[in-house]
């Protein structure tokens, strides 16, 4: 008794289950294709990856070292010193950029400044070339012969060549002027197209109220922009985390290990050394787990809207 | 009705999906792929090379001079090393020889961790030639456990050129400048600099390949025969330090930071020599303003036992991958690159490589007195000398190595102890290369 009437309940519960089912059957295929293509192209790849961070060996002769790459990774001193350096391009970088894209976009803003276009338009165009081609425009540029030594040579103010591209800290500094060149304008397009919709008035009542341009930009620009600004952080972060272009064409990774970003280090251990496929892929997993942290991180600094 | 066409819809989309996913692979082999037979019954090698210039030019001539008995037609596709690099550790790691060519070049100091990190990919080719006509040091890196997988092409074999005008105002002649050692070396350089104010010669300081120069003259390495890392009590490589930064201290080397720097170094006039591999001569000789004012004389040596005034820098070799089509691909090298003196005569005068088949240089290119050196017989004594290169094994680390020294090379520059220097370099390689 009891069991025809639970089986009478399953089949029920079936029933209503596959009715919804053929009601939505159109909705499901056209999920379904998405879901396979980013199964396929985006998770399976990245459990393959996984696996494979459990393996090291040269090139085809892999072997089941279970976690040890992860433990090698505490102890390699190049993976430390590109963690290192990826942390200072971040740690310096990223704000400065910020700052500098508020403060364009701003100024930008202004709806009295003359030729507002062209410089917009200038300011952006750095994000539209190739990374291969500006970051050897830039190593041109800082070369010791270049134009850079050349303008500060002329302008008396340094007496020698600066060695931008072989001195430890120079070399560093170099590429992240490279980069803050790169996408300043970039992230200011996105604090411009928030801008537009901020309400004109309460500036109007601000400046009723006495307040200064410095305390409307502080009290008002900058909590209205405070999505955008964490959304662009974000950005800014898993792009420096992933910086490879520029440090392979401006420095090779140079002066030694100066300028070595982790990726970097990921392409030399597959490429430029005996492949360790194993242990390339355990580093790229730390770039997955840092993504995560830091994203996690600001979402909770700066999140929270109230 | 109207879910019905919903349905039809869906469905001819998967199928378009599907059928672009499996289109790829039926047609790409048609194009690129290794060891076809053409319609006239040759049998197509593709190889792959670097350098339109030198290696291909080298292989379109070896074409033309091919006269075996499997006629084939050979097609080149030029890569950047690094791309060929990057192509073959991805496809011989992906465990499917699809796509590959049946021929390659290998720098010779990366060969070790291609043979070994991907056995039975490269098809042994020591039938198809006599390895022992080549120069001693080309085999060791070109074989693995006895059994030959490359067949050596162009040395490294190095010289010291030199600025005759600028030497010579520093009150040395060419007899002076013979047999050096690089602490003779050092003390020319600082005489160089007072009296001519320029700088003896450039450096990149992301390449270390002037240390590698130095410890090759004795025969030592990085690493020795059984793989072991050798830093911390390799005597020959400290002595090598010692010179560097003795260089860079006083001021008696011109930093660049790339090749192009490199090369506009020595034809601006800036530096007084360039101690480098025989393959930098033509680009010496693209200044032709410079004519007559250079000169080349042995490389310097490490003042130890046991050191000769030869070394190496660079240089590659030819592989046959182990696809349909090697032994033709393996016949071919053999017909050209392994017996044939006259091609190798011909390789000299049209493309200005010198090969490392010793039997090649008794012929008459050899003896050709290059008027851009002062009548030097330019060719004829960089062969000699290259008979003379101490044979070392390079191992499979030599880049890996490289990178970690270069890191602890700026700390030593920066006041470091030499010994702490090695000490936390060796274990730092110990560490990651076990």
């Known amino acids: ?127 539209v070339t190739s990374l291969v081609a500006y970051a050897v425009i ?18 008396n103010l340094i007496s020698t060549p600066l060695n931008w591209l072989s001195d430890p800290v120079l070399a560093k500094i170099t590429i992240i002027i490279a980069i803050t060149w790169r996408w300043t304008g970039y992230n200011m397009i996105f604090y411009l197209s928030a801008l537009q919709n901020v309400d004109k ?34 950005v800014s972060t898993i792009g420096t985390l992933q910086l490879f272009d520029e440090v392979m064409n401006i420095t090779n990774g140079g002066p030694g290990n100066a300028t070595m970003s982790i990726s970097m280090y990921i392409y030399n251990l597959s490429f430029e050394y005996t492949p360790d496929f194993g242990y390339a892929a355990t580093v790229s997993y730390v770039i997955v787990v840092l993504v995560v942290i830091l994203s996690f991180l600001q979402f909770r600094v700066a999140g929270d809207r109230d | 009705m109207g879910k019905k066409i919903w349905l039809f819809i869906v469905v001819l989309l998967t199928t378009f999906l599907l059928a672009a996913c499996g289109g790829g692979n039926s047609e790409e ?99 198809y030639f006599n390895p022992e006509d080549f120069a001693d040091y080309k085999l060791a890196p070109t074989s693995l456990e006895g059994e030959q997988y490359g067949l050596p092409f162009d040395t490294g074999a190095t010289g010291f050129f030199y600025r005759t005008d600028y030497l010579e105002e520093a009150g040395y002649t060419h007899d002076d400048l013979v047999d050096l050692t690089w602490a003779e070396f050092v003390e020319i350089a600082k005489d160089v600099k007072e009296q001519t104010g320029h700088a003896m010669l450039a450096l990149d300081p992301n390449d270390l390949g002037i240390l590698r120069i130095m410890m090759q003259t004795t025969g030592t390495w990085y690493t020795t025969e059984d793989g072991t890392i050798n830093l911390a009590d390799n005597e020959p490589l400290k002595r090598a330090l010692e010179h560097y930064k003795e260089l860079m201290d006083n001021d008696l080397v011109k930093l660049v930071s790339d090749w192009s720097q490199y090369l ?30 250079w000169a080349v004389a042995p490389i310097p040596r490490l003042d130890m036992e046991g050191a000769v005034n030869a070394s190496n820098h660079g240089g590659s070799s030819w592989y046959v991958l182990n696809i349909d089509g090697k032994e033709a691909a393996a016949e071919f090298l053999g017909n050209t690159f392994g017996s044939n003196v006259d091609f190798y005569q011909s390789l000299l005068t049209d493309v200005g490589a010198i090969g490392t088949y010793i039997p090649a240089s008794e012929g008459d290119a050899y003896q050709f007195e290059n008027e851009f050196f002062g009548g030097q017989k330019v060719i004829y004594d960089i062969s000699q000398w290259m008979e003379e290169i101490p044979q070392v094994d390079y191992g499979m680390n030599t880049y890996g190595i490289e990178d970690i020294i270069s890191a602890e090379l700026q700390q030593y520059l920066n006041g470091k102890s030499l010994e702490d220097m090695l000490a936390d370099a060796q274990a730092q390689a110990e560490a990651q290369f076990k």
């Open chain 2, 264 to 293: 506009a170094a020595f034809n601006s006039g800036d530096v007084a020599s360039v101690p480098a591999g025989n393959w930098i001569a033509p680009s010496i000789e693209a200044e032709e303003s410079q004519s007559g004012l």
């Open chain 1, 138 to 155: 830039f190593k041109y540029l800082f070369g010791n012969d270049g134009l850079v030594n050349e303008f500060l040579l002329g302008m």
């Open chain 2, 29 to 127: 082999s048609s194009s690129g792929d290794a060891s076809e037979t053409t319609a006239d019954g040759a049998t197509k090698i593709v190889a792959w090379a670097w350098d339109p210039n030198f290696n291909i030019a080298a292989l379109n001539l070896a074409s033309e001079n091919y006269n075996g008995d499997t006629e084939i037609e050979l097609e080149v596709i030029e890569n950047a090393q690094d791309d060929i690099v990057q192509k073959l550790n991805t496809g011989l790691s992906s465990g499917t020889m699809k796509g590959m060519p049946n021929l390659v070049l290998i720098e010779d100091q990366r060969a070790q961790s291609f043979l070994q990190s991907y056995p039975d990919a490269f098809y042994p080719i020591g039938d």
């Open chain 1, 201 to 234: 008035s309460m500036y109007e009542a601000a400046r009723i109220d006495g307040a200064s341009s410095i305390q409307q930009f502080f009290f008002i620009t900058i909590p209205l922009l405070k999505p955008i600004i964490l959304f662009t952080s974000i």
């Open chain 1, 1 to 127: 008794m009891s069991q025809t009437a639970r089986s009478a309940g399953n089949s029920n519960q079936q029933r209503t289950f596959m009715t919804r089912l053929k009601k939505n059957y159109i909705g499901w295929i056209f999920i379904l294709l998405s879901v396979l293509g980013i199964g396929l192209f985006y998770f399976y790849p990245m459990v393959q990856a996984f696996l494979l961070s459990l393996r090291s060996g040269m090139g085809a002769n892999l072997e089941f070292v279970g976690f040890d790459n992860y433990v090698r990774l505490f102890s390699d001193p190049t993976f430390i010193t590109s963690l290192t350096n990826t942390f200072i391009y971040l740690l310096v970088q990223v704000p400065v950029m910020i700052l500098l894209a508020l403060f364009f976009s701003v100024l930008l803003n202004d709806p009295k400044l003359k030729f507002r276009g062209f410089f917009r338009t200038a300011i952006f165009l750095p994000a």
